[in-house]
């Protein structure tokens, strides 16, 4: 499939690949978790680097091609960066947390490597962790979970921050033309769909 093709079919798959991370570039916090049968179609891909990243408010931390230049900023969304040209389509944001997105990215060695980036907002006193990702026909399947941050965490309930992440695959894969993401309100609990618009309820 021609690599324009492929990125626009992602996108028009919808956004229900929405995900927060809190924390810095560094490992994921899987807890141990195996998706249940039935709950997804591919392997399992636990090779990888993570990059997490996480932004006050809620501009985007990322975005393809031209911005969208509407009043409501799309902090949420996500690309399938697996070559130098798809990296010259995507643009990142001014700020620290954007910039250190965007080192993790550059620093991938295009040809062997490939990066799934997403972004989303979440609530400023939740965090939420990756249970896993999972390799299928034609894209990618990723798992997350939410939690209250620690009591002495400065926090507002009302307010929302912009995360991002960043899997580094050490593969290519071809063809990417789905995507989609689980998420579950709490840890402890088995994860549910997100909802059609990436919404939750951390």
Known sequence: MPDWSRRRALHA???????SLAGCIGDSDSDGFEEPPGRRRGERVTDYDLGTVRAAGA????WEGERATDDEPRPGGYTYVASEDDLADVS????????????????????????????????????????????????????????????DAACSRDAEQT???????????DDVTSMGSRWSSSCDGRPEPVTADGGDDS
């Open 13 to 19: 798959l919808g956004t229900a690949t929405a995900v």
């Open 59 to 62: 501009d985007p931390l990322f």
């Open 92 to 151: 990142f944001a001014d700020g620290d947390a954007a910039a250190e997105l965007a080192a993790f990215v550059r620093a991938t060695d295009f040809g062997s490597e490939s990066v799934l980036v997403l972004a989303r907002p979440v609530r400023e006193c939740y965090d939420l962790h990756v249970r896993g990702v999972w390799r299928e026909d034609g894209g990618f399947e990723t798992s997350f979970c939410s939690r209250l941050r620690a009591a």
């Open 163 to 173: 995360v991002g992440v960043a899997f580094r695959f050490p593969f290519v894969e």
